[in-house]
C-alpha cells in the first residue's frame, strides 16, 4: 500500500471527516462529490467540466484531479462553502526507479462562497492538503496567479519551482506560477526528461490564450516509442538512442545538409539503429518517410526527411536521454 493510500481517498471514492461541530471535510473522486463541487463552483466558473477536466489530467501521464470541500452540516443537505481542488500525481508511467517513484500534490486552486468568506475557511481547507501530502512524504505544489504568490510564499513558504521539467509537467495555464513547499525530507525531484513533453505553448498575448496547444503538438508515437526506448534501456538502446540523436540533431541544424536527409539500412549503423524496437516507431513519428512505397523494415529500407522540421521536435531531441 502506498503512502497516499493512508491519507487520500482511494480513486472513485471519498473521505470525510468532522473539522468541527458544524463544519465537515469531503476529499476524494467519487460521482457524487465531482457533482456537488461542479454545482458550487458553477456559479464562479462559468463552464465547468468534470469529465473533460479528469480526462485533461489523465492524459499527462496519468494524473488525478482529487476534490476537497468544507461543508456547514448544520443545514441539510450540508452547505458547501470551500473547494480546493487538487492535482495527484502518483502513478507515473515513466521510468523512475521503485525509490524515486514521486509522490505529488499540486494545489489547482481555491474557492470559497461570498457568504463564508473572511473565516479562515481556505486556510483550513490548503492547511489540510498540506499535512496529508506530509504525511504521505509527497511533494507539495500550487499553481499561482501572479497576485497571490506572496500570500503562498509568506503563509506557507512556498517558493518559485525552477526545474523546466516540472514546469512542463504542470504548469497549464498561461497565466500561472508554479510554486512549491520544500520539506526538509525532500528528496531532489528535478522531474523526468520525459515532461518536456508534456509542455503547453502558449500563443503570444495578442492570441487565444484558451487554447493552448499540448506539447508543441507532440505526435503520441513518438512519445510512446521514446518511453518504449528510455524505459529501462538496455546497452543497445542507449546506443541506439545516442545515434538517434545524431540524426534528428543533424536535420535539427540551422541549415540541413542534403546528405542528412536520407539514411537507409544498406549502411551498417543505420541498420543496426532500425533493429532496435521502438527506432523506427520514433523516426517516422519525427517526420522520415519509407521512399519508393517500401514496405518493411528489411535490408535496403530507405527512409527520407523532407520539409522542416516542427517546433516540438528540438526540445523532444533534447529529452532523449545522453
Not at 90 to 110: E, G, K
Not at 136 to 153: F, G, I, K, Q, R
Request: charged share 20%.
Amino acid at each position: 500500500m502506498s503512502a497516499f493510500s493512508s491519507v487520500l481517498a482511494s480513486p472513485g471514492c471519498q473521505l470525510s471527516e468532522m473539522v468541527t461541530h458544524t463544519t465537515c471535510l469531503l476529499h476524494g473522486t467519487s460521482l457524487s462529490l465531482i457533482s456537488i463541487v461542479s454545482t458550487f463552483l458553477s456559479d464562479y466558473f462559468s463552464t465547468i467540466d468534470p469529465e473533460n477536466d479528469h480526462e485533461k489530467w489523465a492524459s499527462r501521464d496519468n494524473m488525478e484531479v482529487y476534490y476537497f470541500l468544507l461543508s456547514d452540516v448544520i443545514s441539510y443537505p450540508p452547505t458547501p462553502m470551500c473547494a480546493v481542488r487538487t492535482i495527484v500525481d502518483r502513478n507515473s508511467s515513466f521510468d523512475y526507479s521503485p525509490s524515486n517513484q514521486p509522490l505529488r500534490v499540486v494545489i489547482d486552486y481555491t474557492y470559497t462562497a461570498n457568504e463564508y468568506r473572511g473565516r479562515g475557511l481556505a486556510t483550513i481547507a490548503c492547511n489540510y492538503v498540506l499535512n496529508a501530502a506530509k504525511i504521505a512524504n509527497a511533494s507539495s505544489y500550487v499553481l499561482a496567479l501572479e497576485e497571490s504568490c506572496p500570500w503562498w510564499m509568506e503563509k506557507y513558504g512556498f517558493t518559485l519551482e525552477e526545474s523546466k521539467l516540472l514546469n512542463s509537467r504542470f504548469n497549464v495555464f498561461p497565466d500561472t506560477h508554479l510554486l512549491r513547499v520544500q520539506q526538509s525530507d525532500d528528496f531532489s525531484d528535478c522531474g523526468h526528461a520525459q515532461d518536456i513533453l508534456l509542455k503547453v505553448e502558449f500563443e503570444d498575448s495578442d492570441g487565444d490564450d484558451d487554447n493552448p496547444s499540448r506539447g508543441n503538438n507532440v505526435p503520441p508515437e513518438f512519445t510512446t516509442a521514446l518511453s518504449l526506448l528510455t524505459s529501462l534501456p538496455t546497452p543497445e538502446q542507449r546506443k541506439a538512442i545516442s545515434r538517434l540523436r545524431t540524426i534528428l540533431n543533424n536535420i535539427l541544424a540551422p541549415t540541413i545538409n542534403p546528405k542528412h536527409r536520407k539514411i537507409s539500412s544498406s549502411n551498417a549503423v543505420i541498420q543496426e539503429v532500425l533493429a532496435v524496437h521502438g527506432c523506427f516507431d520514433l523516426l517516422t513519428a519525427s517526420g522520415w518517410v519509407i521512399t519508393d512505397n517500401e514496405e518493411g523494415r528489411g535490408e535496403g529500407l530507405t527512409l527520407l526527411f523532407s520539409g522542416e522540421p516542427e517546433n516540438w521536435l528540438r526540445e523532444a531531441v533534447a529529452a532523449m536521454m545522453n
